[in-house]
């Protein structure tokens, strides 16, 4: 398998690196997280670049680009920690495009496009835990259209967005809506995350919404599938910065006149974290790559890669606090908040163990094991 990137994908990624290297300084990503943790400046300029538009189908105003477009992008993200939810983009995308009727893609993807409208995914409950098919929130049909009641949590830049992608129970099934900020009924109630990015309370109450799909369990799989495939990309993006500012901090930092890189121990963990990180870019193009199969081999993959993700997450941040020593968990420090960013996006989706507990469902199938 062809594992080059082609010409324009890597016109993409210097696009994206140049961008994150002038205006997404880590002075920067400080300031916006004392303004709030979102910046509607910083989100315009995502799409000025083309990057909101980059997997919309070209009929409504995008690129009509892949995976493997937005899994380039996504690791460039991560090495700036940019926390405008540019993956949401994403979903959106192709949540719309795959499931809603064309009257609803032809007046949201277009605007989507163009970074005019934020419409972002809104489906954790706070009983659900990780699990999708577990949705309290209700819709009914009303003369004029649907009503929506529900109670989200961690919405991403909920306060900010535009829009949402609402997953509620319908006649007995969960079905998916397209509900607006604006719309009455609905309130928002912003707040930071560990890492330093923006989400909200999302509660609605009665509130006119708009039907993507009655498929809702189907299309929040592919959903959080494609997020999931975000965050893998963002994730290596982040252990990139972690292991080049680690083997620089251990080529300068001095102890008994040497450079603490000469010591054999030392080496040995920062190769140790070079593996790690080697294993999670290749499971994340792994999820990329799958992303457009059938429900059920994407779902597997998307779980297998994000098993070993987890571990590398864990692994590289722990080990880049530990080499520096103090400094390491100091606010000034970047490593601080990319340990933080690593260990948020360890839990975005599912986390390690939710996701192991997936794997082991889908292998009883075929490795002889029996439920009894």
Excluded at 45 to 51: N, R
Excluded at 111 to 137: F, I, K
Aim: one cysteine or more.
């Amino acid at each position: 398998m062809d594992f080059d990137f082609s010409d324009d994908q890597q016109q993409l990624r210097d696009a994206a690196r140049r961008w994150v290297d002038k205006a997404y300084t880590f002075e920067h990503r400080r300031a916006a997280v004392a303004a709030g943790g979102f910046r509607r400046e910083a989100w315009d300029a995502l799409a000025e670049l083309g990057l909101t538009a980059l997997n919309v189908p070209e009929a409504h105003g995008g690129l009509g680009l892949g995976a493997v477009d937005a899994m380039v992008v996504m690791e460039e993200m991560g090495r700036g920690m940019v926390l405008e939810p540019l993956a949401q983009s994403f979903i959106t995308a192709k949540v719309l495009a795959q499931y809603a009727p064309a009257a609803v893609q032809a007046d949201w993807l277009p605007r989507v496009a163009a970074g005019e409208a934020l419409v972002v995914l809104a489906h954790q409950e706070r009983r659900a835990r990780y699990h999708l098919d577990q949705c309290e929130s209700k819709a009914t049909l009303t003369p004029d259209g649907y009503a929506l009641t529900a109670h989200k949590s961690i919405v991403p830049a909920g306060d900010q967005a535009d829009a949402f992608l609402v997953p509620a129970v319908l006649d007995g099934q969960i079905a998916l809506f397209l509900l607006e900020r604006a719309a009455p009924g609905v309130r928002t109630r912003g707040y930071l995350t560990q890492d330093g990015s923006r989400a909200a309370e999302l509660e609605a109450e009665r509130s006119p919404a708009t039907l993507v799909t009655t498929e809702g369990l189907a299309a929040l799989e592919l959903a959080v599938d494609t997020g999931s495939a975000a965050v893998c990309a963002e994730a290596v993006g982040v252990m990139d910065q972690v292991l080049a500012i680690t083997a620089d901090y251990l080529n300068q930092r001095k102890q008994f006149g040497v450079a603490i890189a000469s010591f054999q121990a030392l080496r040995h963990r920062l190769a140790d974290m070079k593996m790690q990180l080697e294993l999670a870019r290749s499971m994340s193009y792994y999820a990329s790559l799958q992303l457009d199969q059938p429900a059920e081999q994407r779902r597997r993959a998307i779980a297998r890669a994000r098993v070993q993700l987890g571990q590398s997450m864990r692994y590289v941040g722990q080990q880049a606090v530990q080499l520096h020593g103090g400094i390491g968990v100091t606010d000034e420090y970047i490593v601080s908040h990319q340990f933080k960013k690593l260990t948020q996006l360890e839990m975005t989706y599912g986390d390690s163990l939710h996701h192991l507990g997936e794997v082991a469902a889908r292998m009883q199938a075929t490795a002889g094991v029996v439920d009894h």
